[in-house]
C-alpha cells in the first residue's frame, strides 16, 4: 500500500475510533426510559461494549499501518 493511502485510511481509522467512543455514551436514551435487555445486558451498556470492541479492532488496524522508525543498527525502538 503506497505511503499516502495508508496515511489517508489511518487517519479515517482513527476518526471511526472517536465516533464510535461518542456513540457509545447513551444520550440517544430518554430519562426514565426502563432499558431493553440484550444479551443479558441492558442495551445501553451492549452499545458500548460492542463500540469499545470494534474501536479496538480499529486501533489495531491503525497501528498495523504505523510506519515505525528503526534506529540505526537495524534494531527497532
Request: charged share 20%; proline share 8%.
Amino acid at each position: 500500500m503506497a505511503p499516502r493511502t495508508r496515511a489517508r485510511t489511518r487517519s479515517l481509522l482513527l476518526v471511526a475510533i472517536a465516533l464510535l467512543y461518542v456513540f457509545s455514551i447513551p444520550w440517544y436514551r430518554e430519562s426514565g426510559a426502563s432499558p431493553e435487555i440484550w444479551w443479558g445486558l441492558p442495551d445501553w451498556v451492549t452499545v458500548a461494549v460492542l463500540c469499545y470492541a470494534a474501536a479496538a479492532v480499529c486501533n489495531a488496524c491503525a497501528w498495523l499501518l504505523t510506519d515505525m522508525p528503526e534506529e540505526e543498527d537495524g534494531e527497532p525502538r
